[in-house]
């Protein structure tokens, strides 16, 4: 009996400003954990959200990938807005697979994060149409489309008008895959919405929300909070914490254009391997992250120079983390004759294909990295 006593003395009912996991004081190495003498604390955060805010440090915590569905799937028994949230960086990758049949008849407001990182001059009702487009696609009813950064406060406005007049007197879902900006959009929702003064655990890394977290409105309402759903067909969800600065853009993409004729090799550090196989002389115009290096080689040479480098001068990663990483799957890609197409892959970005003469790629990945040809974004 002292000892069910003791337990429940470790654990509280309360969840975690930050994380939303339930408090306890009894396993370090579980989530939620904070010293027992903040246990009861009010507005406490666990130690994993501390180390986050204060020293950008997350200690990997994992969610049964079946528990994230179970959570989403409730969603369907409610009266709710729901707002999916997707990163136009990673916009397939972002986007959650057969969202229609969890939501069920509740609304849906798409909302596209990172607009930010856009090189400047973008088109974005030629993003907006584009992405209309593309959500249809995959089946996925919306009843508006809204272009934003969260990070930037661009188009936050419109996010906010959208929701308020979308919601009526409902609770607000907001779903959406790891790290695409769902806790910096719910914190900017609150300064707007609530007056509860708390702020929702923010990182580069995967998977910081760890259970619902219920955020009360002004009307009785919730706005809450989902754990991000974890794709490993997303480069970002398979290499190490160290790579993740070089693959996650923090400012406006610098394009790189590149002259290629059929023979011609791309090595994106490492991580991928670009291969221009059959076609007229092409340019190829690059969309990722500017901290990550791109080095051109002929085809006949690349197999000997990333055996030669791979992890040193082709890097990131180094070659210690190079071993943690699933080894190259090959994707065959046809580029087809008159489309304006993006080869895209998933958590590197996209390569946009210039011209309409057609072409054969193909693209070495980590295995199960989703790549795909698409209508281009730019």
Not at 297 to 321: F, I, N, W
Request: hydrophobic share 40%; glycine share 8%.
């Amino acid at each position: 009996m002292s000892n069910n006593n003791e337990m429940k003395e470790q654990q509280s009912a309360k969840g975690c400003g930050g994380c939303g996991a339930a408090l306890q004081s009894v396993n370090k190495e579980l989530p939620g954990f904070v010293p027992a003498s903040s246990l009861n604390t009010e507005g406490a955060i666990c130690q994993r959200c501390f180390r986050i805010r204060n020293y950008n440090d997350a200690v990997q915590v994992s969610m049964d990938h079946d528990e994230f569905l179970r959570l989403l799937g409730g969603i369907a028994s409610t009266d709710s807005l729901v707002v999916h949230i997707v990163d136009l960086f990673d916009f397939e990758g972002s986007m959650i697979s057969g969202l229609q049949r969890f939501v069920g008849n509740n609304p849906v407001l798409l909302v596209v994060n990172k607009i930010d990182l856009l090189p400047k001059g973008t088109n974005y009702n030629r993003i907006r149409n584009w992405v209309q487009r593309q959500a249809k696609a995959q089946g996925l009813r919306t009843v508006d489309v809204v272009l934003c950064s969260a990070k930037k406060g661009m188009g936050f406005d419109r996010v906010v008008e959208a929701v308020e007049m979308l919601r009526g007197r409902r609770d607000v879902y907001v779903v959406g895959a790891t790290n695409v900006g769902k806790s910096t959009l719910i914190n900017r929702l609150i300064s707007d919405y609530s007056d509860l003064e708390r702020e929702l655990t923010v990182s580069r890394f995967p998977g910081t929300t760890l259970d619902e977290i219920r955020i009360p409105l002004d009307d009785g309402h919730f706005i809450i909070d989902t754990p991000g759903i974890v794709y490993t067909s997303r480069l970002t969800e398979l290499v190490p914490r160290g790579v993740l600065g070089a693959l996650l853009p923090d400012k406006p993409i610098k394009s790189l254009v590149y002259q290629l004729d059929a023979g011609q090799s791309l090595f994106f550090g490492s991580l991928v391997r670009f291969d221009y196989t059959h076609g007229s002389n092409l340019s190829f115009t690059l969309y990722t992250a500017n901290a990550l290096k791109v080095h051109r080689t002929k085809l006949e040479r690349a197999d000997e120079l990333y055996a030669q480098h791979k992890g040193v001068m082709l890097a990131p990663p180094s070659l210690e983390e190079l071993e943690t990483i699933p080894a190259w799957t090959r994707h065959s890609l046809r580029i087809p004759r008159g489309s304006e197409s993006d080869v895209f892959i998933s958590g590197l970005g996209w390569i946009r294909v210039n011209g309409t003469s057609g072409a054969q790629v193909e693209v070495y990945a980590p295995k199960g990295v989703k790549v795909l040809v698409r209508e281009a974004l730019i």
